[in-house]
C-alpha cells in the first residue's frame, strides 16, 4: 500500500466524520472557530486511534491469515463502504453541543469502521505510525471544513460526502484485491 493509498483511505474514512461536521455546521447560528476545532481534534484523534487499535489487533493474526489477506481487505473495504453509501441520510445530529459525552459518542461512531481498516493495515504491513498520522490529519482538516460547510450550505454535502467515501473504500479494496491476484509473484 502506497501513500496515495493511504490519503484516499484517510479521505474515505473522514468522510462519515465530514458529514456529522456539517450537522454540526448547520446548527450553529454563525461558525465558531472554536467548536470547529474541537469537533475537528476529537473526530481526527479518534479516526487516527482506532487503526492503531485495529492494527495491534490484526498483528497477532496476520500469521494465520497470511494467504487471504488481500480478501479481507477486499471484504472489509467493501462492507464499509456499502455501509457508508447505505447510510448516506438526513442529519441526525442537529445541535451544536460539543460536551464531552456528545462528542466521544460521536466520534467512537464514527470511527468504528477505521478499527477494521487497520486490521487490514496488520495484514498488509502497512506502516502503522505514519499512516494514522495521515488519516488523523485528513480527518481534522476535513471535518473543519465540514463546520465550515454545514454553516454555509447545510444538509445537501452530507449524504453526497459518505456516498464519495463509501466509493472510495470499494475502490480501493478493488485495486488491492486485483494487485494480488494478477500483479504479485
Known sequence: MNIVDI???????????????????????????????VC???FGVFQA?????????????????SSIDHWIAFVLLGIIGINMIKEAKSCDV?????????????????????????VTFAFLKVSIIPAVSIIGLITFVCCFIGVKLGSVFGEKLKSKAEIMGGVMLILIGTKI?????????
Open 40 to 42: 475537528s481534534l476529537y
Open 94 to 118: 442537529v445541535n451544536d453541543s460539543m460536551d464531552v459525552k456528545t462528542m466521544l459518542t460521536l466520534a467512537v461512531a464514527t470511527s468504528i469502521d477505521a478499527l477494521a481498516i487497520g
Open 7 to 37: 490519503l484516499v483511505i484517510g479521505v474515505g474514512l473522514s468522510m462519515d466524520a465530514f458529514a456529522v461536521s456539517i450537522c454540526k455546521g448547520l446548527a450553529m447560528k454563525k461558525m465558531d472557530i472554536k467548536k470547529a476545532l
Open 49 to 65: 486511534l482506532m487503526p492503531l487499535i485495529g492494527s495491534l489487533l490484526g498483528s497477532g493474526f496476520k500469521n494465520v491469515v
Open 177 to 185: 484485491l486485483i494487485e494480488h491476484l494478477f500483479f504479485q509473484g
